[in-house]
């Protein structure tokens, strides 16, 4: 069974940080892995999408990595921003078409 | 971009009613849609799949009968909450499978459902 872990669960940081987000998964048999943003109270917006034949994927200040083969991607945001202050989650999907979560970074970026 | 509206964004009914939550690709269509739930502070959930023209798939632990899904069209899919209570409420999300962008998936805004 899938299971996915992100580290840190919450992470508090002043505005200009380069900050790495981190996303484990136990069975590398994935067809993608998606990084989405979450408001309070909001939907998931998606920020990047990493096909399993892809090692990364960069848009604007944020670059995602995967490492298939040891279950890992990262997520690297630049020169953060209070705007980026939101709830990260990763998901993976494999031959199942389900996309499993994981448990979420909460980021806080105070000016 | 692909676009999923979910419709209510927030609704409160009494115990025992039921409630019909909305969830529409607007610009795709949409082969699968899939049905989340999530508690405060936690992860979303997966309920169950639904396949346009044919029967809800529900995850292990979710009471088909409770949540009915309908996926009648490629654009649409509804849950309805049947006779609801208190601990049903939560915030439920809906998302779409774009077939053009066959593993990309699409959420909707969420709404949040209580239960008084």
């Known amino acids: 069974k899938q299971e996915v872990t992100q580290i840190p669960a919450a992470l508090s940081v002043p505005e200009g940080e380069n900050l790495v987000l981190n996303c484990s998964f136990t069975?590398?048999?994935?067809?993608?892995l998606q990084w989405f943003r979450q408001d309070p109270g909001k939907g998931l917006t998606s920020l990047l999408l990493i096909q399993s034949s892809q090692r990364e994927q960069t848009s604007g200040r944020l670059n995602a990595s995967l490492d298939k083969s040891s279950g890992r991607s990262t997520l690297y945001i630049a020169a953060s921003q209070p705007g980026d202050s939101a709830t990260y989650l990763c998901?993976?999907?494999?031959?199942?078409?389900?996309?499993?979560f994981g448990t979420g970074t909460r980021l806080q970026v105070f000016p | 971009g692909a676009v999923v509206s979910q419709h209510p964004s927030w609704v409160i009914c009494k115990s025992g009613t039921s409630v019909k939550i909305e969830c529409r690709s607007l610009?795709?269509?949409?082969?699968?849609m899939f049905w989340y739930r999530q508690f405060p502070k936690q992860s979303l959930m997966l309920m169950a799949t639904?396949?346009?023209?044919?029967?809800?798939?529900?995850e292990q632990g979710v009471e088909k009968d409770k949540f009915l899904i309908n996926h009648a069209s490629l654009t649409l899919s509804t849950l309805t909450v049947t006779s609801a209570h208190p601990e049903d409420s939560s915030f439920y999300i809906c998302?779409?499978?774009?077939?053009?962008?066959?593993?990309?998936?699409?959420f909707g805004s969420g709404t949040r459902l209580t239960v008084v």
């Open positions: 069975d590398s048999a994935i067809y993608n």
């Open positions: 639904s396949n346009e023209g044919s029967k809800a798939t529900y």
């Open positions: 998302s779409a499978r774009d077939k053009g962008l066959p593993h990309g998936y699409t």
């Open positions: 610009d795709f269509q949409a082969t699968t």
């Open positions: 998901a993976v999907s494999g031959n199942t078409d389900k996309l499993i």
